[in-house]
């Protein structure tokens, strides 16, 4: 199977776009590091028209309705079933049953607000929302590949048949591209911020989810994607001081 395969499964997985018949997931669950590369590719097409936005409100609105539109709001959902797992109270098992029930609760609801809140705060702060937009998308992917090599599953489905397929050193390459966000004519300090934020928070939900849940699933890999992109707003705007 080759590459090429494993970026049109990843696409396919990972976005709306259209993207030509179904690709054999095999080849990106063989591949799970190349999650960073829809990054690029969803991150990059959500920057582009906020070169013509001068005002950084309406550009940070635009810049998080694109990103959820682009990746047909998958990620969020799982944000949102976090939340309900995170609230719920009592056994492992409740949470878990929590976690994975298909309705959405007050966790999910508070999670979800507070995270869109926090990403819309910072980003809206910033004075370079493209090349922030392009550098939390391509940070959140790194962090759902770590996850998703390193998070033991706790129950079958997608997460789990990408885990038995992927191997522990796909971390390695995963968070290697993002190397290319360096070059991008932004401090290099708030890049490796930005990095630095995202890796804390990939262990933190790491160990969290090993803690609360027994484990990882899928809608903490997609919660991540949306986690570390506010933090990664954050540490960005920590760093520029604005």
């Known amino acids: 199977?080759?590459?090429?395969?494993?970026?049109?499964?990843?696409?396919?997985?990972?976005?709306?776009?259209?993207?030509?018949?179904?690709?054999?997931?095999?080849?990106?669950?063989?591949?799970?590091?190349?999650?960073?590369?829809?990054?690029?590719?969803?991150?990059?097409?959500?920057?582009?028209?906020?070169?013509?936005?001068?005002?950084?409100?309406?550009?940070?609105?635009?810049?998080?309705?694109?990103?959820?539109?682009?990746?047909?709001?998958?990620?969020?959902?799982?944000?949102?079933?976090?939340?309900?797992?995170?609230?719920?109270?009592?056994s492992r098992e409740v949470r878990i049953r929590a976690l994975t029930d298909r309705q959405v609760g007050a966790g999910g609801v508070a999670l979800g607000l507070m995270i869109t809140l926090i990403s819309f705060g910072a980003l809206s702060s910033l004075p370079f929302i493209p090349m922030a937009v392009l550098v939390a998308e391509v940070s959140a992917k790194a962090s759902m590949a770590s996850l998703t090599a390193l998070g033991r599953p706790f129950r079958e489905g997608i997460h789990s048949y990408l885990f038995w397929r992927g191997r522990p050193w796909f971390v390695l390459p995963a968070w290697a591209l993002t190397l290319p966000l360096f070059l991008l004519p932004i401090q290099q300090l708030a890049i490796f911020a930005a990095l630095f934020g995202a890796s804390v928070t990939t262990l933190v939900l790491l160990f969290g989810g090993e803690r609360l849940f027994g484990g990882i699933n899928g809608d903490i890999v997609g919660a991540a994607n949306e986690i570390v992109r506010a933090v990664v707003f954050l540490s960005l705007l920590i760093v520029t001081g604005y």
Do not use: V
């Open 1 to 90: 199977m080759s590459l090429f395969e494993g970026i049109r499964a990843l696409l396919q997985f990972t976005t709306i776009f259209p993207i030509g018949r179904s690709a054999d997931f095999d080849a990106f669950a063989e591949r799970s590091y190349l999650y960073p590369l829809a990054g690029y590719l969803i991150g990059g097409l959500a920057a582009l028209p906020l070169l013509f936005i001068p005002h950084p409100i309406a550009a940070a609105a635009i810049a998080l309705g694109l990103l959820l539109l682009f990746s047909g709001c998958n990620h969020f959902d799982g944000l949102l079933d976090l939340g309900d797992g995170l609230m719920a109270h009592g």
